[in-house]
C-alpha cells in the first residue's frame, strides 16, 4: 500500500484564516473565487470557471475515465436588507437557513453598490434599561431584529443618501480564534473549513509526486447554502461524487470534533452504499479516525448533483463542529482527518472501474450489496408464491 502524503496543517490553518477573512454570503462570491483560484494556479492544477463562478479543476490521473468529482463550497449564510425603515434602521431576510438568534448581537458589513457601511444586528427590543425584562420575551425571527448603521442616520432619507438599497448584501463578521487547544472557532467554518482541507490535501498530492490512478476533479461551488451548489458543475464523465462538508456535533449525532464522518444518509437520503464504505475502508486502512453518522436537516453539493440528474454514485465526509450555522467551532484533528482521507481516497482506484460504460444485458459485472443468498435468509418465513396462488384458485 502506497503511503499517503501528509497534508500541510500550518498552509491548512493559513488558507482558512484568508478565507475567513473573506466576506462570501450566497450570491457575493467573486472575490472568494479569485482567491481560490489563485491558490490552485500556485498548486499548478488547471481549471476553468462557469459563468457565475464555480470553479471546475482537474487533477490529472493515469485514466481519464471513470473519473471522480470532489466538491467544497465556498458561499456561506449570511443576509440582505429587505427594508429601510422609516427610523433609518434595516430589515434583514436571511440568506441561507439559519436562526436570526445566532444574528443579533453580531458586527457586520452592509455592501452597497459604492461602499461599505459598518453596523450591528439588534433585537428590536435592544436595552434592558429601556424595556427591562420585555427583551426576553421578543420571539426569535428575523422580524423582531434590525441592522443599526454606524453612520449618522435617523430616517429613510438619510439611509439611503449614504447608498444604503433593498437587496444590498450584509455579512457577518467571522471572528476566528484559533487556540492552543487546537480548537478553531469562528463563523462560516461552513465550509471555508472543509474548502482549506480540501486545497491541502490537493498540495500534499501534488508535493508528493504521486499519479492518481484517475482523473479527479476538485470543484468549488457557491450556492450550496440555497440549495443549487453542484446542480450544473459536472460536464465530464464523473462516476463518483464525494461532497465535503460539515458535520453537526450535537445530542444525537455521532460526529465529534477530534474524526472525519461519512455521512450514511441526509435529507436527501441515503448516500451511495459502495462509495460510502470505500471511505471508511480507505479510513481504516491508513488509521484514520471516522465515524459515521446521519443527518437529518441537512443537504449537500452531493445531492444536488443527483438532484438535477446525474446518474453517479455519491457519498459525503465532513469535518465534526459545533454549533453548526452559529458561532461553530471545530478542531485541527478533524480538518487533519479530513484532509487524510481526501488524499486517501484521491489516490484510490475507483470503486468500480466497470461505472465506466453502463451495463447492458448482462448482471455479470453488475454490483451487490451483500451476497444474495445472505440477502435473502431471514428468520422471518414468508409463503412459497405456489401456495398462494394455490389457495386463491380454491376461493375462486
Not at 369 to 385: G, L
Request: net charge negative.
Amino acid at each position: 500500500m502506497t503511503s499517503l502524503p501528509e497534508p500541510d496543517l500550518d498552509y491548512l490553518k493559513k488558507v482558512l484564516l484568508e478565507m475567513l477573512a473573506i466576506p462570501s454570503p450566497t450570491g457575493f462570491t467573486d472575490t472568494i473565487v479569485r482567491y481560490v483560484a489563485e491558490r490552485l494556479e500556485e498548486l499548478g492544477i488547471p481549471f476553468e470557471m462557469t459563468r457565475r463562478g464555480t470553479i471546475r479543476a482537474t487533477l490529472k490521473g493515469r485514466r481519464a475515465s471513470p473519473d471522480r468529482a470532489v466538491s467544497a463550497h465556498l458561499d456561506t449564510i449570511g443576509a440582505m436588507v429587505r427594508e429601510i425603515q422609516d427610523n433609518g434602521r434595516l430589515s434583514l431576510t436571511p440568506i441561507g437557513c439559519w436562526s436570526s438568534r445566532f444574528a443579533e448581537g453580531s458586527r457586520v458589513s452592509v455592501f452597497s453598490d459604492h461602499s461599505v457601511q459598518r453596523g450591528s444586528v439588534l433585537p428590536l427590543m435592544a436595552s434592558g434599561h429601556a424595556f427591562n425584562t420585555a427583551v426576553d420575551e421578543l420571539p426569535v425571527t428575523w422580524d423582531h431584529v434590525e441592522l443599526r448603521l454606524d453612520a449618522l442616520t435617523a430616517s429613510r432619507a438619510d439611509s439611503e443618501m449614504l447608498g444604503i438599497s433593498v437587496g444590498d448584501f450584509v455579512a457577518f463578521d467571522p471572528l476566528p480564534e484559533f487556540t492552543e487547544s487546537g480548537h478553531i472557532s469562528a463563523r462560516h467554518l461552513d465550509d471555508k473549513a472543509g474548502v482549506a482541507a480540501l486545497l491541502a490535501a490537493l498540495k500534499a498530492v501534488v508535493d508528493s509526486g504521486e499519479e492518481p490512478p484517475i482523473d479527479c476533479h476538485p470543484l468549488f461551488t457557491i450556492t450550496e447554502e440555497v440549495g443549487s451548489g453542484a446542480a450544473a458543475a459536472l460536464p465530464w464523465d464523473v462516476s463518483e461524487f464525494v461532497g465535503i462538508d460539515i458535520a453537526p456535533v450535537a445530542p444525537g449525532q455521532r460526529s465529534t470534533e477530534h474524526t472525519v464522518s461519512v455521512a450514511m444518509h441526509d435529507s436527501g437520503g441515503p448516500y451511495d452504499y459502495h462509495l460510502s464504505r470505500q471511505l471508511l475502508r480507505l479510513a481504516g486502512e491508513n488509521e484514520i479516525p471516522v465515524r459515521r453518522d446521519l443527518f437529518r436537516y441537512y443537504h449537500s453539493d452531493a445531492q444536488s448533483a443527483v438532484t438535477a440528474g446525474h446518474d453517479i454514485r455519491t457519498a459525503l465526509i465532513a469535518f465534526g463542529c459545533d454549533a453548526t450555522h452559529g458561532y461553530e467551532r471545530t478542531h485541527i484533528d478533524s480538518l487533519a482527518a479530513l484532509s487524510r482521507l481526501l488524499g486517501a481516497y484521491l489516490l484510490s482506484p475507483p470503486v468500480f472501474a466497470s461505472d465506466a460504460k453502463p451495463e447492458t444485458g448482462s448482471l455479470e459485472r453488475f454490483s451487490h450489496q451483500i451476497e444474495h443468498d445472505a440477502q435473502m435468509e431471514s428468520e422471518t418465513r414468508v409463503p412459497t408464491v405456489e401456495s398462494l396462488l394455490g389457495r386463491r384458485d380454491q376461493e375462486t
